[in-house]
């Protein structure tokens, strides 16, 4: 007779067992297990929220890569990509150099949860979060490697992690600050809860939507199976909240999420906020960054923070919320500038239509970030296109890793935020980052930003030297996808 799951799997799963070779203390060390000194007994209440045994986990996940790669296999990907729109191209050019690397780096996490996590509970989900992030990882590379014949952009899938590309070091110092230099339950906390239950929709069920709408179903499906993993093992983060507060450490979790949901923030809004807004084809975009941002984040991960008794973030109002209306136009106008140092090529996205899309969506674009792309506009069209490169470094964030950026036009609002440390003096893009970068100064203080290190002599001088040093060859140097064309609808018109 067949047991029933449930007759069983509580039992199969009490794995706390009594170590006799060595000392409890040695098997879990304090500093990467558990550094909350929470009883054992309180971590062995984590109550997997989804269930599922190996055997089951294992049919599932072959039935989803039988589905993705079924269709991809159907499709002929090259021509769809050969005839795509250079918006889209772009779109996928960024996606796989900047997330094949990260699904990888999460293996690595959900693998030290599955270690030192002292709940049974919370072992058994992270396995299965440890063999869904290699499922991804090599997803994304297949999917993206099929492209290299025709752009040697998806080289990136494989080499972006080995270089010292600035939009990877920024992602580097983020997901390392947030899934790999911190104990299990930090790490947990901070992967599962904030990024992965915060923010994974934005990309995986927003982009899928895009996707479809475009006819790139079989990203839309790698997108969609990747999520499917996602919203499961995302689940790890609320048990350990729970169990964090009911054992008074609030203000500790509360500081958890405030720190991981801002880092996480920033790389959302500036690689896929771009995409939304500025990549997809006009035609084809179902919302705009803010939008979908409303819905998945100030909407449903607000209502988890409420249930979990939790509050938003301390600078939600005062620096989150503005944010969502500004600071991934202000980076798509600075990866665009600086388009030499990214490995994809980027679309303006500001043709007249898409303008008025902007200002509709975003009211006030015009004067703002509108009246920069005018200047831009101007250029391009009167053969000035030496202007529309900076010929000097920007500032980087010694937090995020992206460019000092604000609202230009009559909104200007720049401010200075910087700590001098020991003779140094870091810049931060905002108040929250120069807030995390306080509360911890010995975790981020030997870090060097791009710029710091050209300064320093890192990097040496000469005009090419900090490509060599990016690892970028001159054919792998961002160009503008449309080599301008798309400012000729400008020239019989005034620039608004
Ligand atoms: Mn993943
Ligand atoms: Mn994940």
Known sequence: MMLNNSDWYDLARETNWTPTYVEEA???????????????????????????TYRDYVRTQREKDVGAYSIKSALDRVSFYKSADPGWKALLQLHFGAIPFVEYGSVSAFARMTRFGRGPGMRNMASFGTLDEIRHTQIQMFFGYEFLSVDRAFDWAHKAPNTDNWVVISERHTFDD???????????IMTNFSFEQGFTNLQFIALSADAKRNGDHSFSAMLQTVQSDEARHAQIGEPLLEIMIENGKLAEAQRLV?????????????????????????????HSLKEFVEEFVCQQFSRNLKA??????????????????????????????????????????VGPAEREWLEKKYPGWNETFGEVWDVITESILSGQLDKTEPSV??????????????????????????????????????AVDKWIFELE???????KSLVDRFVSGVIPQGDDAVYEYMGMAPEERGRCAEDFAWAEAFRNRKVA
């Open 441 to 447: 100064p010995s975790r981020y203080r030997s870090h």
């Open 393 to 430: 470094l920007p500032m980087i964030c010694n937090m995020s890793g992206l460019e000092l950026s604000g609202v230009p036009g009559k909104k200007w609002n720049v401010k200075s935020h910087f700590v001098d440390l020991d003779g140094r003096r870091y810049h931060f893009g905002s």
């Open 308 to 349: 979990l008794g939790l509050d938003k973030p301390w600078y939600w109002d005062e620096h989150f919320l503005p944010d969502i209306e500004t600071y991934h136009h202000a980076q798509h106008l600075g990866m665009y500038l600086y388009r030499k140092t990214g490995w994809w090529n980027p679309v303006a996205g």
């Open 178 to 188: 947030v899934e790999h230099t911190r104990d299990a339950v930090s790490a947990a």
């Open 26 to 52: 040695d098997l879990f060390p304090r500093e990467i297990s558990d550094p909350y000194d929470i009883p054992v007994t309180e971590w062995e209440k984590f109550d997997e929220p989804y269930k599922v």
């Open 258 to 286: 405030d720190i991981s949901f801002w880092r996480v923030w920033k790389q959302f809004s500036a690689l896929s906020g771009v995409g939304m807004d500025y990549y997809t084809p006009l035609a084809k975009r179902e």
